[in-house]
């Protein structure tokens, strides 16, 4: 078969599914069309077909999403895909739409509902009504948690066409069980995703601050690049003391395994890869308990719930952890890898994919 996977970057389909595009490799012929990207080069060299196109992921320019439709449209045209996977809202929705419209049977993965569907309000509806018409021709729909399913299936977005997923799974042969570090050892928090309102920020650095004043000796380390205006910040706090701010890093695994526990104070996830892979590294989680995150730790036994939105409610969550002994810690952790091992093994994830796709025949 000839598979073409279109999703809005290179860095997750290379990061969190090359092991299903490994797969399909050795069954299918596969197209892919995102943007231009340094991973990009990678999956060429896997064997994919490579297709760019450049879109803005949150621009609302009706003259641009009217050209991506078309472009989708002729894309599919040409290569005469036998199935098209879809990730992220714009690919799901405009992909969708132009699958439909050729007859092409199309997969679309829920990674998440997004910032505007989230905040309610007049975008919502407009987002719901473009997921109708995205959706309404689908084979099957992927979603990686319970809460984003009820929402679709609710507003009659999606009927009964659809599979859970454990989000993406995690590689555990790549992720294994590090030894927890040091007692003697300064207390490591890390905090590792875009740098944005809805991902915490906000009550990461707030929280940071307070810590550090009540207990100097623990580290704050922010890892990722900038998804908002938050440069600013970040400076400032590094020159106070509060954080160390390393950047935007291809692999997360080392800083994972110099850590005593994540950070994770998002607002909302499809399911976060970044909570899956420090589990998996036998990492304490300290969360918000929100659907996409909750999944990945279960309170008070691999992890600590927050409230989102709610900086005081990450202070109480990181002093929780920091009053648990040495070993509380570290089994904390080793309970983490037990889930995932359990729960989300990406070998699992893969063979879900393959299995509907052979329905498609």
């Not at 299903?20 to 069309?33: G, Q, S």
């Not at 707030?206 to 910040?233: M, N």
Request: proline share 3%; charged share 25%; with cysteine.
């Amino acid at each position: 078969m000839r598979v073409m996977i279109v999703a809005n970057n290179d860095v997750g389909l290379y990061k969190f599914r090359r092991e299903l595009v490994e797969a399909l490799l050795r069954l299918h012929e596969v197209h892919i069309c995102l943007p231009d990207g340094e991973y990009v080069a990678n999956l060429q060299a896997m064997g994919c077909v490579f297709h760019p196109y450049e879109f803005d992921r949150h621009g609302t320019n009706p003259i641009a999403e009217l050209k991506q439709i078309s472009y989708y449209k002729s894309l599919l045209k040409s290569v005469k895909p036998d199935v098209v996977l879809t990730y992220t809202v714009k690919p799901n929705v405009y992909a969708g739409m132009a699958c439909a419209s050729l007859n092409i049977p199309y997969m679309a993965n829920i990674t998440g509902l997004g910032t505007a569907i989230a905040n309610g309000g007049l975008m919502q509806k407009f987002l719901k009504l473009l997921y109708r018409h995205g959706l309404r021709k689908a084979h099957t729909v992927f979603f990686q948690n319970e809460e984003n399913r009820e929402f679709m299936v609710s507003n009659g977005i999606v009927k009964d066409n659809y599979v859970m997923l454990p989000g993406s799974g995690v590689n555990l042969a790549e992720h294994q069980a590090e030894d927890y570090p040091a007692k003697e050892e300064p207390l490591v928090f890390v905090n590792i995703g875009r740098i944005m309102k809805d991902k915490g920020a906000d009550e990461v650095l707030y929280a940071a601050k307070i810590i550090r004043k009540e207990y100097p000796q623990t580290v704050f380390r922010i890892i990722g690049g900038f998804d908002g205006d938050y440069e600013e910040q970040i400076r400032l706090a590094q020159e106070a003391g509060d954080i160390e701010y390393l950047g935007q890093q291809s692999d997360v695994h080392a800083y994972l395994k110099d850590a005593h526990a994540i950070i994770h104070a998002s607002y909302h996830e499809g399911m976060s890869n970044v909570l899956l892979e420090a589990a998996a590294c036998a990492r304490p989680i300290i969360a918000t308990d929100v659907a996409g995150c909750r999944e990945t730790y279960d309170d008070g036994v691999s992890g600590i719930a927050c409230k989102a939105h709610d900086g005081d409610d990450l202070v109480r969550a990181i002093r929780e952890f920091i009053a648990l002994s040495y070993e509380q810690k570290r089994a904390m952790g080793l309970a983490g890898r037990c889930k995932v091992e359990k729960e989300f093994d990406r070998a699992a994830v893969v063979k879900c994919y393959i299995d509907q796709i052979g329905k498609i025949r």
